[in-house]
């Protein structure tokens, strides 16, 4: 399914020299500096850093949603620059699923449908993958919620479809941008519990933006941003502590 | 509710619109009433048709071949009969008078409509009966004063077997005895006028034709079409160019081709409703893509291709469209049926609704291409959204108009005001002159919808002033928020402006006509008084004539000094120049030179000959030409025309041309022995009178009412004032109808002004949230948003009546091409009308919207994102 299944030594995510610019002149803004980074198969990483450092950037270029300035990015080996609109528009269809801080559920479509609706955009309509897509909201918790409208859902839950609607095309990559930023502590620490599960269970790459210590926490990794760079990268001192204490804390959905 | 799932991606489209129904409503309205009036339209042109050739089907019944003066220019020498019977092919013939009478009543009058009028047919009891009605009761004509007339008629009249009928013929009043009563097999009748039968001996006295014919209906001998071609070439050899030869169908045709001009102009109100349909698709397509940024930024990265989300939304369009066509179907229906009752109540004769395939087929289909029209621009917008617009929404996204907008706005509306002026200046309404005329209106309305953007902002500066200064606070909120979307403000007031637009371009020239002919009238008329038939409309079919013994017992009277006759015959083709092509439709119109010059003054340009000049000469059989046709096919004085009818066929030359707008200057003017002799027409249409003195005037009037009720009670009297109005009643009658048809576009941008206000109410829920929690009523609220409704609303009316003028200019000045005379004449009435309408629309709109903005929940519209 992956753009490059081919190739299965090269690292989830290769990022070289990446710079983005907006805007010219006087009023340029650098929000990516020349960034350096590779994300290995089966990592969770967190992205933090002051307001402005240029992690949602970050994000959207690693999701093919802009493209860079200048440096690259590869997909499992598979470089983004070069490819057109509709080679792009694939490539996020299979290979990138997104979690957002508002969720962008479809008001018109129930929960099951919001899921679904990725493969229905990938021409998939046989019963397998509806059966998958059940599957999924069962998986977040969310199996008595199938037919409900997203406004007829909290927060919580809205965010745990969106999680099951990233996940049904199975990609080799999720991208998560400040997922618990909109929710309260009890969601929050079941979204956190669940994307770290979904990495630790069933080995999805996740790269995750947060402002919150607790959300990085439950990363393996922790990339700190600041002005557009990278300002440190590894795990944090006492991060470990913290994610034991969270999986104690919680139980099990 | 439980719904079935989402099947595929394109389901969306359906999922959608489901759940908007108010917006679904709001925007397919246009196309309901578009498409509702093509089909209505389209339904009722297919069943007049049927309607014509199943009454000329019955008329006519066996008749091959109908040999008649051309049209109605004058009757057939009563040889015409024998030469067609000698005629080689002809197996049997007969011959008929045809003529126009109104029943009078027991109380000696003539009631007012067409219920009194009747056709009668002067038929020979013994030749063979060609036509295809029974007799019902009673029995056939056989001779002396007797007349068989149609059931329906009858009955409407209270008319029987036995009964004696009178009728003011020209011979005076004329009593008849009702022998038969017949229907014609098609079951059909002449609406509300009658028909009637009688010998033609009789008819002939009756009606004042001695010894002429006005038709000859001939039997081929053979079946096939070949022989009766064959026939029809000879009959045309035999009889020359002043009479015309066709078959019964033809014949109908000639009637369905009047009813065509009329067809355009439905057809071209219907397309118009039908453009602000698309428009508010337009609108509508816009403000949900701009709306659904996110939406369709989420979708994009899902993987949805930009083709897809164009399609997506197109498809969304059609689904529209499809909706909005079947619901118009339905009400094309209604339409067509409510038409054709409206045409029977005023005695128009139509038959049953005549539902074919192509009227919902070609309705249906426009309404979809308009449809999908509408939605294309948008539609491609959406395609250029991107995927990262699922995290920013619609943000940094409100761009102002370009400059290029603009100059291609300008560059459309040059082009659009000659396309106008060639619908006006064109003396023939080709089908290539209407679709010019049309593309170039669409074109005006096109190039203001691009400027538009850039209008909103002083308009709604100025326009919203009163509104300020009235509640400064509403006011100040309402011009903001129609300012802050200019592009979706124009376009609201620009759906609007279209229709005001029409009604100010049309009634301009109305208006223009109705001054120009006023003038005119104020220029020519040296009569005191006129007599005419009452409803007498020259150019609309035969007319009832005046009794020749009228003239002279008005001479008689003591009052009188002058007694102009007047004898007017609607011809298909104007005496041609000689050596020239066919001339237009028009009107000959014969005098006395020796009187007439005292009841008009009309101004003659006789190249240097003075008044007396031109009349002597005409006195001595040469002819007038009005300036229409004289400027249209060149004819100066002193040029030759060639009379062609079917008495005659003589040259003539032009004495004068002369300085008249009616008919639209397509005019003829002859003595009343020239018109004798070569058409064959010895009937008064009208008189014109003048009393010995001002004092007498009113003596006159008096003499000549009590001789009229008396004796002519189908005649009606009338002064220089009441002729005037009588021109103006028929013009106004013209123009209400068009008014009423554009009405329905302007119908349908309310829809699109509530619609857009709808959007504003939702995207300010916040905004008005915050507004209550500050301590705004429910009442203050309800006033933005009605105030912004007035704004938009004001802003279509300024541009409809700058738009309409520019319009009604253009258009009159093509047609004072054809038609020099008329001028310019703004219908400032029509505009403080227009200006009115859009206040009362601009509140009517705001009721609902306003409604749900003032019951919003403070709560709730706070915490809206
Ligand atoms: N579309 C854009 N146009 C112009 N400048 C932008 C755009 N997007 C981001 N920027 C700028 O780029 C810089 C980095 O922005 P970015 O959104 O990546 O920051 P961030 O680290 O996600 O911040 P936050 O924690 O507040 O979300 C900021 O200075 C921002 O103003
Ligand atoms: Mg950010």
């Known amino acids: 399914m992956t753009p490059a299944a081919s190739d299965g030594l090269a690292p989830a995510i290769e990022i070289r020299g990446l710079t983005k610019v907006f805007g010219s002149g006087q009023t340029a803004v650098r929000a990516l500096d020349g960034v350096d980074l590779e994300i290995g198969r089966g990592e969770m990483v967190a992205i933090m850093g002051p307001s402005g450092s240029g992690k949602s950037t970050l994000l959207h270029l690693l999701g093919a949603l802009e493209t860079p300035t200048s440096g690259s990015i590869a997909l499992a080996g598979r470089r983004f620059d070069g490819l057109d609109d509709r080679e792009l528009t694939l490539l996020r269809r299979e290979g990138i699923g997104f979690v957002f801080q508002f969720f962008n559920l479809l008001p018109s479509l129930t929960a099951e449908e919001n899921v679904l609706l990725p493969a229905l955009i990938a021409g998939l309509r046989d019963e397998a993958i509806a059966a998958r897509a059940r599957a999924l909201l069962d998986r977040v918790g969310l199996a008595g919620r199938t037919t409900h409208l997203p406004s007829e859902l909290s927060g919580g839950e809205q965010q745990r479809v969106s999680i099951a609607r990233a996940l049904l095309m199975e990609p080799a990559l999720i991208l998560a941008d400040e997922p618990t930023g909109n929710l309260d502590s009890k969601s929050e620490a079941q979204v956190l519990e669940l994307l770290a599960e979904l990495n630790r269970d069933e080995g999805h790459t996740i790269v995750m933006v947060t402002h919150d210590p607790d959300a990085a926490a439950v990363a393996g990794r922790v990339v700190f941003m600041r002005d557009g760079r990278i300002e440190s990268d590894g795990l944090g001192r006492g991060l470990l502590d913290r994610l034991r204490r969270i999986r104690e804390d919680l139980p099990l959905p | 509710m439980r719904r079935s799932r989402l099947r595929s991606y394109w389901g969306l489209s359906f999922r959608q619109l489901r759940t908007r129904r108010l917006r679904v409503f709001l925007t397919a309205a246009g196309i309901v009433l578009g498409v509702g009036m093509i089909c209505g339209v389209l339904l009722l042109a297919a069943t007049i048709q049927r309607t014509f050739t199943d009454l000329y089907d019955s008329f006519y019944g066996q008749t091959d071949l109908v040999v008649s003066g051309s049209e109605s220019a004058g009757s057939l020498p009563a040889s015409a009969l024998r030469r067609v019977e000698q005629s080689e092919g002809v197996e049997d013939a007969s011959a008929s008078i045809l003529a126009v009478t109104s029943l009078v009543g027991e109380d000696g009058r003539v009631e007012e409509g067409s219920g009194s009028t009747l056709n009668v047919s002067g038929d020979d009891p013994e030749a063979t009966d060609f036509t295809d009605w029974t007799t019902t009761e009673g029995r056939g004509i056989r001779g002396g004063r007797e007349i068989e007339v149609e059931e329906s008629w009858a009955e409407a009249n209270e008319i029987g077997v036995g009964d004696t009928i009178r009728l003011a013929a020209p011979a005076g009043i004329y009593r008849l005895q009702v022998v038969g009563l017949l229907r014609f097999s098609s079951g059909l009748d002449f609406g509300g006028e009658g028909f009637g039968s009688m010998p033609l001996a009789t008819a002939r006295t009756a009606f004042d034709k001695p010894g002429v014919f006005d038709e000859v209906e001939v039997l081929v001998a053979g079946d096939d079409e070949g022989s009766v071609d064959a026939v029809g070439d000879r009959l045309e050899r035999e009889f020359g160019k002043g009479v015309e030869i066709a078959t019964p169908a033809a014949k109908g045709e000639d009637v369905q081709r009047q009813l065509q001009a009329f067809n355009v102009v439905l057809y071209f109100f219907a397309g118009m409703a039908l453009f602000v349909?698309?428009?508010?698709?337009?609108?509508?397509?816009?403000?949900?893509?701009?709306?659904?940024?996110?939406?369709?930024?989420?979708?994009?990265?899902?993987?949805?291709?930009?083709?897809?989300?164009?399609?997506?939304?197109?498809?969304?369009?059609?689904?529209?469209?499809?909706?909005?066509?079947?619901?118009?179907?339905?009400?094309?229906?209604?339409?067509?049926?409510?038409?054709?009752?409206?045409?029977?109540?005023?005695?128009?004769?139509?038959?049953?609704?005549?539902?074919?395939?192509?009227?919902?087929?070609?309705?249906?289909?426009?309404?979809?291409?308009?449809?999908?029209?509408?939605?294309?621009?948008?539609?491609?917008?959406?395609?250029?959204?991107?995927?990262?617009?699922?995290?920013?929404?619609?943000?940094?996204?409100?761009?102002?108009?370009?400059?290029?907008?603009?100059?291609?706005?300008?560059?459309?509306?040059?082009?659009?005001?000659?396309?106008?002026?060639?619908?006006?200046?064109?003396?023939?309404?080709?089908?290539?002159?209407?679709?010019?005329?049309?593309?170039?209106?669409?074109?005006?309305?096109?190039?203001?919808?691009?400027?538009?953007?850039?209008?909103?902002?002083?308009?709604?500066?100025?326009?919203?002033?009163?509104?300020?200064?009235?509640?400064?606070?509403?006011?100040?909120?309402?011009?903001?928020?129609?300012?802050?979307?200019?592009?979706?403000?124009?376009?609201?007031?620009?759906?609007?402006?279209?229709?005001?637009?029409?009604?100010?371009?049309?009634?301009?020239?109305?208006?223009?006509?109705?001054?120009?002919?006023?003038?005119?009238?104020?220029?020519?008329?040296?009569?005191?008084?006129?007599?005419?038939?009452?409803?007498?409309?020259?150019?609309?079919?035969?007319?009832?004539?005046?009794?020749?013994?009228?003239?002279?017992?008005?001479?008689?009277?003591?009052?009188?000094?002058?007694?102009?006759?007047?004898?007017?015959?609607?011809?298909?083709?104007?005496?041609?120049?000689?050596?020239?092509?066919?001339?237009?439709?028009?009107?000959?119109?014969?005098?006395?030179?020796?009187?007439?010059?005292?009841?008009?003054?009309?101004?003659?340009?006789?190249?240097?000959?003075?008044?007396?000049?031109?009349?002597?000469?005409?006195?001595?059989?040469?002819?007038?030409?009005?300036?229409?046709?004289?400027?249209?096919?060149?004819?100066?004085?002193?040029?030759?025309?060639?009379?062609?009818?079917?008495?005659?066929?003589?040259?003539?030359?032009?004495?004068?041309?002369?300085?008249?707008?009616?008919?639209?200057?397509?005019?003829?003017?002859l003595?009343?022995?020239?018109?004798?002799?070569?058409?064959?027409?010895?009937?008064?249409?009208?008189?014109?009178?003048?009393?010995?003195?001002?004092?007498?005037?009113?003596?006159?009037?008096?003499?000549?009412?009590?001789?009229?009720?008396?004796?002519?009670?189908?005649?009606?009297?009338?002064?220089?004032?009441?002729?005037?109005?009588?021109?103006?009643?028929?013009?106004?009658?013209?123009?209400?109808?068009?008014?009423?048809?554009?009405?329905?576009?302007?119908?349908?941008?309310?829809?699109?002004?509530?619609?857009?206000?709808?959007?504003?109410?939702?995207?300010?829920?916040?905004?008005?949230?915050?507004?209550?929690?500050?301590?705004?009523?429910?009442?203050?609220?309800?006033?933005?948003?009605?105030?912004?409704?007035?704004?938009?609303?004001?802003?279509?009316?300024?541009?409809?009546?700058?738009?309409?003028?520019?319009?009604?200019?253009?258009?009159?000045?093509?047609?004072?091409?054809?038609?020099?005379?008329?001028t310019y004449q703004p219908p400032v009435g029509t505009m403080i009308g227009v200006a009115v309408a859009a206040v009362i629309l601009g509140l009517v709109a705001a009721i609902l919207p306003a409604r749900r903005a003032a019951r919003l929940d403070v709560v709730e519209a706070l915490s809206y994102e």
């Open chain 2, 277 to 669: 349909g698309g428009f508010l698709i337009f609108n509508s397509f816009n403000m949900t893509v701009l709306q659904r940024m996110r939406e369709i930024g989420m979708q994009r990265t899902l993987g949805a291709t930009r083709p897809m989300v164009v399609r997506s939304v197109l498809l969304e369009a059609v689904l529209l469209g499809a909706l909005g066509a079947v619901l118009g179907l339905g009400l094309g229906v209604l339409l067509a049926l409510g038409l054709i009752a409206l045409m029977r109540a005023i005695d128009f004769p139509v038959g049953d609704l005549e539902l074919t395939w192509i009227a919902p087929v070609a309705a249906v289909a426009t309404g979809l291409l308009t449809a999908v029209l509408g939605a294309l621009n948008p539609a491609r917008r959406a395609g250029r959204i991107a995927p990262i617009r699922a995290v920013l929404g619609s943000e940094g996204l409100r761009t102002r108009p370009g400059p290029l907008r603009a100059l291609a706005g300008v560059l459309l509306i040059a082009p659009g005001l000659a396309g106008a002026f060639l619908l006006g200046a064109a003396d023939e309404t080709t089908n290539g002159v209407i679709a010019a005329g049309i593309a170039g209106i669409i074109a005006i309305f096109f190039g203001i919808a691009l400027i538009a953007p850039f209008l909103i902002e002083p308009l709604a500066r100025v326009l919203s002033w009163p509104i300020r200064k009235l509640a400064p606070v509403e006011g100040r909120i309402a011009s903001d928020s129609a300012r802050s979307n200019p592009g979706r403000t124009a376009a609201t007031a620009t759906a609007l402006m279209i229709g005001l637009a029409l009604v100010v371009g049309i009634n301009s020239l109305g208006s223009s006509f109705l001054n120009s002919i006023e003038r005119e009238f104020d220029r020519s008329l040296a009569r005191d008084l006129t007599v005419q038939p009452r409803g007498f409309a020259p150019g609309q079919g035969p007319q009832q004539t005046i009794a020749k013994s009228l003239s002279q017992r008005i001479q008689k009277l003591p009052a009188a000094a002058v007694v102009a006759q007047e004898r007017l015959v609607a011809v298909p083709n104007l005496p041609r120049v000689k050596g020239g092509k066919e001339g237009p439709q028009g009107l000959l119109f014969a005098f006395d030179p020796k009187v007439y010059p005292q009841v008009d003054t009309t101004d003659l340009d006789g190249d240097g000959a003075s008044r007396e000049q031109v009349y002597e000469r005409i006195d001595s059989g040469q002819v007038t030409v009005g300036k229409g046709y004289a400027d249209e096919d060149g004819i100066e004085v002193g040029d030759a025309l060639v009379l062609e009818g079917p008495s005659d066929t003589r040259r003539a030359r032009v004495a004068a041309i002369v300085e008249t707008i009616f008919a639209g200057g397509q005019t003829v003017g």
């Open chain 2, 671 to 822: 003595s009343l022995e020239t018109m004798r002799d070569v058409y064959g027409v010895t009937a008064d249409s009208q008189l014109a009178l003048k009393a010995t003195s001002d004092a007498a005037r009113s003596d006159l009037e008096r003499q000549v009412e009590r001789l009229i009720e008396r004796d002519y009670p189908n005649l009606a009297v009338l002064s220089n004032d009441e002729l005037k109005s009588d021109v103006e009643d028929q013009l106004n009658q013209s123009f209400g109808f068009f008014n009423a048809l554009v009405g329905v576009a302007i119908f349908a941008s309310l829809f699109g002004i509530i619609n857009t206000l709808s959007m504003s109410v939702i995207e300010r829920t916040r905004e008005i949230g915050v507004l209550r929690a500050l301590g705004a009523t429910r009442w203050q609220i309800r006033r933005t948003i009605a105030d912004e409704s007035l704004v938009i609303a004001l802003i279509g009316a300024v541009m409809g009546i700058a738009i309409g003028s520019g319009l009604g200019w253009a258009l009159l000045k093509g047609l004072s091409f054809g038609i020099p005379g008329v």
